[in-house]
Protein backbone atom coordinates (compact mmCIF):
# COMPACT_ATOMS: atom_id res chain seq x y z
CA UNK A 1 0.00 0.00 0.00
CA UNK A 2 1.26 3.42 -1.04
CA UNK A 3 -0.25 6.78 0.06
CA UNK A 4 1.11 9.63 -1.48
CA UNK A 5 0.73 13.18 0.10
CA UNK A 6 0.87 16.78 -1.41
CA UNK A 7 -0.52 20.47 -1.20
CA UNK A 8 1.48 21.08 2.08
CA UNK A 9 3.53 24.60 2.22
CA UNK A 10 3.91 28.12 3.74
CA UNK A 11 1.16 30.36 4.06
CA UNK A 12 0.33 33.08 6.28
CA UNK A 13 -1.85 33.46 9.21
CA UNK A 14 -5.28 33.28 8.49
CA UNK A 15 -4.48 31.64 4.83
CA UNK A 16 -5.81 28.23 3.68
CA UNK A 17 -4.36 25.17 2.21
CA UNK A 18 -5.37 21.27 0.60
CA UNK A 19 -3.57 18.48 1.52
CA UNK A 20 -4.76 15.46 -0.23
CA UNK A 21 -3.47 11.77 0.19
CA UNK A 22 -4.08 9.59 -2.76
CA UNK A 23 -3.90 6.02 -2.03
CA UNK A 24 -2.60 3.03 -4.26
CA UNK A 25 -6.14 0.88 -3.25
CA UNK A 26 -9.19 1.44 -3.02
CA UNK A 27 -10.48 3.63 -0.06
CA UNK A 28 -12.92 1.16 0.73
CA UNK A 29 -10.08 -1.37 1.23
CA UNK A 30 -9.16 0.30 4.84
CA UNK A 31 -10.97 1.04 7.87
CA UNK A 32 -10.33 4.50 8.32
CA UNK A 33 -8.16 7.13 6.10
CA UNK A 34 -7.35 10.62 7.65
CA UNK A 35 -4.33 12.92 8.82
CA UNK A 36 -1.99 13.04 11.39
CA UNK A 37 0.84 15.90 12.54
CA UNK A 38 3.69 15.95 14.51
CA UNK A 39 4.91 19.64 15.26
CA UNK A 40 8.91 19.36 16.12
CA UNK A 41 9.13 17.99 19.88
CA UNK A 42 6.25 16.75 19.78
CA UNK A 43 4.31 13.66 19.36
CA UNK A 44 2.28 13.12 16.35
CA UNK A 45 -1.37 13.69 17.19
CA UNK A 46 -4.86 13.09 15.43
CA UNK A 47 -6.02 15.93 12.85
CA UNK A 48 -9.29 14.22 11.34
CA UNK A 49 -10.35 10.64 10.56
CA UNK A 50 -13.16 8.85 8.29
CA UNK A 51 -14.46 5.78 9.16
CA UNK A 52 -14.73 4.99 5.68
CA UNK A 53 -17.68 1.82 6.08
CA UNK A 54 -20.25 4.60 7.79
CA UNK A 55 -18.39 8.00 6.53
CA UNK A 56 -17.97 9.21 9.90
CA UNK A 57 -15.16 11.97 10.32
CA UNK A 58 -13.40 12.35 13.27
CA UNK A 59 -11.64 15.90 13.97
CA UNK A 60 -9.52 16.74 16.95
CA UNK A 61 -10.55 19.66 18.99
CA UNK A 62 -8.19 22.05 17.33
CA UNK A 63 -9.88 21.34 13.76
CA UNK A 64 -13.42 21.26 14.27
CA UNK A 65 -14.97 24.53 12.65
CA UNK A 66 -11.05 25.21 10.76
CA UNK A 67 -10.65 21.76 8.91
CA UNK A 68 -12.80 19.66 6.48
CA UNK A 69 -11.81 16.51 5.90
CA UNK A 70 -13.58 14.65 2.35
CA UNK A 71 -13.06 11.98 0.42
CA UNK A 72 -12.89 11.09 -3.39
CA UNK A 73 -13.63 7.31 -3.51
CA UNK A 74 -13.42 7.19 -7.61
CA UNK A 75 -9.77 8.70 -7.13
CA UNK A 76 -8.60 7.03 -3.89
CA UNK A 77 -8.32 9.86 -2.54
CA UNK A 78 -8.75 11.66 1.18
CA UNK A 79 -8.16 15.85 1.39
CA UNK A 80 -7.96 18.04 4.24
CA UNK A 81 -8.95 21.63 3.73
CA UNK A 82 -7.74 23.54 5.71
CA UNK A 83 -8.91 27.43 6.97
CA UNK A 84 -7.47 30.19 9.14
CA UNK A 85 -4.99 28.61 9.67
CA UNK A 86 -2.25 29.70 12.45
CA UNK A 87 1.04 29.21 13.73
CA UNK A 88 0.69 26.53 15.63
CA UNK A 89 -0.50 24.49 12.92
CA UNK A 90 2.85 24.14 11.56
CA UNK A 91 3.74 20.49 11.43
CA UNK A 92 4.71 17.86 9.73
CA UNK A 93 1.13 16.69 8.26
CA UNK A 94 1.11 12.67 7.35
CA UNK A 95 -1.54 10.68 5.62
CA UNK A 96 -2.48 7.76 7.47
CA UNK A 97 -4.74 4.56 6.75
CA UNK A 98 -5.71 1.61 8.56
CA UNK A 99 -6.55 -1.96 7.30
CA UNK A 100 -8.50 -4.10 9.88
CA UNK A 101 -8.73 -7.24 8.49
CA UNK A 102 -8.34 -9.72 11.56
CA UNK A 103 -4.80 -7.87 12.01
CA UNK A 104 -5.23 -4.03 12.18
CA UNK A 105 -2.44 -2.61 9.80
CA UNK A 106 -1.50 0.78 9.87
CA UNK A 107 0.09 2.43 6.49
CA UNK A 108 1.69 6.09 6.96
CA UNK A 109 2.42 8.28 4.13
CA UNK A 110 5.72 10.61 3.59
CA UNK A 111 4.97 13.54 5.58
CA UNK A 112 3.88 16.88 4.08
CA UNK A 113 5.06 20.45 5.81
CA UNK A 114 2.60 22.89 6.50
CA UNK A 115 4.27 25.68 7.68
CA UNK A 116 2.70 28.77 8.89
CA UNK A 117 4.02 32.37 9.30
CA UNK A 118 3.17 34.69 12.11
Known amino acids: VQLQASGGGLVQTGGSLRLSCEAS????????MGWYRQAPGQERALVALVVTRYGLINYANFAKDRFTLSRDNAKNTVSLQMNSLKPEDTAVYYCNAVRSRGVSVTYWGQGTQVTVSS
Open 25 to 32: ESISDFSS
